[in-house]
């Protein structure tokens, strides 16, 4: 598809590819919707279980786990958001929702983490006796059933599966602290090597937080995405037939997944139209070799001065 301004000098042209909208988005709403549930009945076990075994560890992270659940279904909530088609409120759609659900899972992490790391130092000086047995067994069941869910968010590639997976990560890492806390337990009165685990586990998923958080404010800040080459680009634009020049080269990314290219190429005075068009096509084939999905190329002679040129 061409467009000319109202100018008649220049033309762009725009290539959006639906592959992407729909199989990664429907596959990353499933991922979390199943992550969601599993950890939402789990938390239901777990507070039952911290007061039968009076581990205050347990009903910590039951508390914990509330607030990843609500962060499960507020990220299931965004994913399905995301899906919606561009609008004239949002006329590149509603994938960057997806982002911002990152975000706030992000923030809940580092809240979540806090807390664990303000509960477990109390406990090193003021540790609770507690049932090494029923932690054992609740233990093996957080394992499985977290474990299952970081299964599961494995498959996705979007960001915001990625801050999921993190929380279920923090769980399964959290529940083998738990495991091996109490078969110590059971064995030795050591009760204050849980807590010591669990600031360990803490500073660990603190370190992934920001990196996850520093991904998705590269995507809201609009910088290039770090897989994709601009200087390969450039170059594989410029070898282009009739292309003596480029610029406006801009490469942001939506939500992590799906990228957004335009670019102003600058070719011969003589150039006919069919060579435009020829022209925009090997452009956006070129592109999606360098998994470009939407790209607008607006051809410009050499004879014209661009007010855009940068």
Known sequence: MSHK?????????????????????????KNIA???????????IEFVGGMLTNSIAILSDALHDLGDSLSLGLAWYF?????????????YGYKRFTILSALINSVVLLTGSAFVLYESIKRIFEPADTS????????????????AAILRLRKGNSLN?????LHMLEDVLGWIAVLIGSVIMIFVDVPVLDPILSIGISFYILYNVYHNMRSALRVILQAKPADIDEEEIRQGLMQLPKVKNLHDLHIWTM??????????????DNIKKDEQQTLRAAAHEFLKTHRIQH??????????DCEWCL
């Not at 790209?295 to 014209?304: A, G, L, V």
């Open 255 to 268: 939500d992590s997944e799906y990228i957004v290219l335009s670019v102003h190429l600058v070719v011969e």
């Open 79 to 91: 994913q399905k958001i995301s899906r919606r088609k561009p609008d004239s409120k949002y006329t």
């Open 295 to 304: 790209s607008t190329i607006e051809i410009e002679t050499d004879m014209e």
């Open 161 to 165: 599966e990625k801050v999921v997976s």
């Open 132 to 147: 090494a047995q029923g932690m054992f067994f609740l233990a093996i069941l957080g394992v499985i059933v977290n474990g």
């Open 5 to 29: 301004h109202s100018d008649g000098k220049h033309a762009h042209s725009h290539e959006h590819n639906q592959y992407h909208d729909h199989e990664y988005i429907d596959g990353a709403g």
């Open 34 to 44: 199943t992550a969601f549930l599993l950890n939402f009945f789990f938390c239901i």
